[in-house]
């Protein structure tokens, strides 16, 4: 609970149902705003705060603490809003579902200092966040099965614990993961990797990878070209319960 930002709003007579009707927002989107972790946007930010009368790092000290790139914040506070997430993998496992130890191996080589490094691990990791709310969005992640078996830097360790970890990922209520077979041949999914998330209002924004900088995309028909991509791509994927096999199959090769 962000019991600075609940007794603001008892002070100033506020409830998630007025500020809701001030802010433009659902009700439930506002009233979601007192969980841990859950940030408004930068403009739901200054709305709240001027409503309230107080700072916005009085009420979402975290915002001042961020640690990820500044070209990425505006994906994570759509991310953190998100009702469900569709995300596609062809490279490596999708980073809500990353070790810290993964997560720092698809860094190495990159021309980073340690502590950017740092800051980014850290940064990935505390998305995860979502996934351990009272009502976490829905995870729907597809990944080509290569990944599974792809080395990181001879390391044999790491790759078992981080495909174990996929594996209890999987069994949770709010995630699941189809695993898109070695064998399939060619499929759109050749095109890379990106996430589609769903928000409280039925908007779609998504963030589509590449070798720069990933592009976040609001437009309507870009965004209807990725979830047309998207189904494609399931289809070629396997159902839960045999992906689930693989992974724990995948897992025991690493040993």
């Given at each position: 609970?962000?019991?600075?930002?609940?007794?603001?709003?008892?002070?100033?007579?506020?409830?998630?149902?007025?500020?809701?009707?001030?802010?433009?927002?659902?009700?439930?989107?506002?009233?979601?705003?007192?969980?841990?972790?859950?940030?408004?946007?930068?403009?739901?930010?200054?709305?709240?705060?001027?409503?309230?009368?107080?700072?916005?790092?009085?009420?979402?000290?975290?915002?001042?603490?961020?640690?990820?790139?500044?070209?990425l914040r505006e994906w994570v506070d759509w991310e953190r809003e998100a009702l469900a997430l569709?995300?596609?993998?062809?490279?490596?496992?999708?980073?809500?579902?990353?070790?810290?130890?993964?997560?720092?191996?698809?860094?190495?080589?990159?021309?980073?200092?340690?502590?950017?490094?740092?800051?980014?691990?850290?940064?990935?990791?505390?998305?995860?966040?979502?996934?351990?709310?009272?009502?976490?969005?829905?995870?729907?992640?597809?990944?080509?099965?290569?990944?599974?078996?792809?080395?990181?830097?001879?390391?044999?360790?790491?790759?078992?614990?981080?495909?174990?970890?996929?594996?209890?990922?999987?069994?949770?209520?709010?995630?699941?993961?189809?695993?898109?077979?070695?064998?399939?041949?060619?499929?759109?999914?050749?095109?890379?990797?990106?996430?589609?998330?769903?928000?409280?209002?039925g908007e779609h924004v998504a963030h589509v990878d590449s070798q720069a900088p990933a592009q976040?995309?609001?437009?309507?028909?870009?965004?209807?070209?990725?979830?047309?991509?998207?189904?494609?791509?399931?289809?070629?994927?396997?159902?839960?319960?045999?992906?689930?096999?693989?992974?724990?199959?995948?897992?025991?090769?690493?040993?």
């Amino acid at each position: 609970m962000n019991h600075v930002l609940q007794m603001a709003m008892a002070e100033a007579g506020e409830t998630a149902e007025s500020l809701a009707g001030q802010t433009g927002v659902d009700p439930k989107t506002a009233a979601r705003w007192l969980s841990p972790g859950r940030v408004p946007q930068p403009r739901r930010r200054a709305q709240v705060a001027a409503i309230l009368g107080r700072d916005v790092s009085d009420l979402w000290p975290d915002v001042l603490r961020r640690r990820e790139p500044q070209w990425l914040r505006e994906w994570v506070d759509w991310e953190r809003e998100a009702l469900a997430l569709r995300w596609f993998e062809h490279t490596w496992i999708p980073g809500m579902l990353q070790t810290e130890a993964y997560a720092r191996a698809t860094l190495a080589g990159e021309a980073l200092t340690t502590a950017e490094v740092d800051e980014l691990v850290a940064s990935r990791i505390e998305r995860q966040a979502v996934l351990r709310r009272e009502s976490p969005p829905l995870l729907t992640t597809v990944i080509f099965e290569g990944v599974l078996y792809q080395s990181a830097y001879g390391d044999r360790e790491l790759m078992r614990e981080q495909i174990q970890h996929l594996s209890e990922c999987a069994t949770l209520t709010a995630v699941q993961v189809h695993i898109v077979p070695k064998d399939v041949g060619m499929y759109p999914g050749l095109g890379g990797g990106f996430i589609i998330a769903e928000l409280p209002s039925g908007e779609h924004v998504a963030h589509v990878d590449s070798q720069a900088p990933a592009q976040i995309l609001n437009q309507t028909a870009a965004v209807a070209t990725l979830s047309r991509r998207w189904e494609r791509i399931r289809g070629e994927a396997l159902s839960r319960t045999q992906s689930l096999n693989l992974i724990r199959e995948a897992a025991g090769s690493w040993t």
